[in-house]
T-cell receptor, first 115, second 113 residues
Framework: AQKITQTQPGMFVQEKEAVTLDCTYD???????LFWYKQPSSGEMIFLIY??????QNATEGRYSLNFQKARKSANLVISASQLGDSAMYFC????????????FGKGTMLLVSP | DTEVTQTPKHLVMGMTNKKSLKCEQH?????MYWYKQKAKKPPELMFV???????INESVPSRFSPECPNSSLLNLHLHALQPEDSALYLC????????????FGQGTRLTVV
């Protein structure tokens, strides 16, 4: 069984500052994938960034980077230079072991960016 | 085109109604998924289709009936739903079974009255 834990129900950050959203995971699979998705109030799940368990380097996508610490089983999302449009729910997710791209999600963190 | 399109965006239905949710993608993806998301909760997997065949059913009640008529289309037929089935229903697709990210549609907000 796989488990994703996001311990921050809500986070506040000022515009242009950096913010870290925490995610820890648990799995017995030797190979797995970790994802971050953004969900605005409109409902769509927007893919942000992916980290494979065997990737040597931390993933980066524009203002998003993933701080992957395998030994600690953590995959924190770092958003640099926050923008007002970053206000949304953020989900950490793990690819399931079914062989499909099924996702197990954490409970999410609501990020609010203030001017 | 990295779009997954879901229709309708909003749906209100009575407990005796029959309705269908539609999902379409033109990315050539061969795996498609239905998720259910209750308010303030994370999405939960309902069904997985791989190459137009049902591969995973997460013990979903039979009042939800999925259908994959072709590789681009995924339907979810609804019948005799309960008010507790009110939720956001998200469709997703992925390039292959395992290894890549899933692209989501913007969902259908379903209210059962």
């Amino acid at each position: 069984a796989q488990k994703i834990t996001q311990t921050q129900p809500g986070m506040f950050v000022q515009e242009k500052e950096a913010v870290t959203l925490d995610c820890t995971y648990d799995t017995s699979d030797p190979s797995y994938g970790l994802f971050w998705y953004k969900q605005p109030s409109s409902g769509e799940m927007i893919f942000l960034i992916y980290q494979g368990s065997y990737d040597q380097q931390n993933a980066t996508e524009g203002r998003y980077s993933l701080n992957f610490q395998k030994a600690r089983k953590s995959a924190n999302l770092v958003i640099s230079a926050s923008q007002l449009g970053d206000s949304a729910m953020y989900f950490c997710a793990m690819r399931g072991d079914s062989g499909y791209s099924t996702l197990t999600f954490g409970k999410g963190t609501m990020l609010l960016v203030s001017p | 085109d990295t779009e997954v399109t879901q229709t309708p965006k909003h749906l209100v239905m009575g407990m005796t109604n029959k309705k269908s949710l539609k999902c379409e993608q033109h990315m050539g993806h061969r795996a498609m998924y239905w998720y259910k998301q209750k308010a303030k909760k994370p999405p939960e997997l309902m069904f997985v289709y791989s190459y137009e065949k049902l591969s995973i059913n997460e013990s979903v009640p039979s009042r939800f009936s999925p259908e994959c008529p072709n590789s681009s289309l995924l339907n979810l037929h609804l019948h005799a739903l309960q008010p507790e089935d009110s939720a956001l229903y998200l469709c997703a697709s992925s390039q292959k079974t395992g290894g890549t990210e899933a692209f989501f549609g913007q969902g259908t907000r379903l209210t059962v009255v």
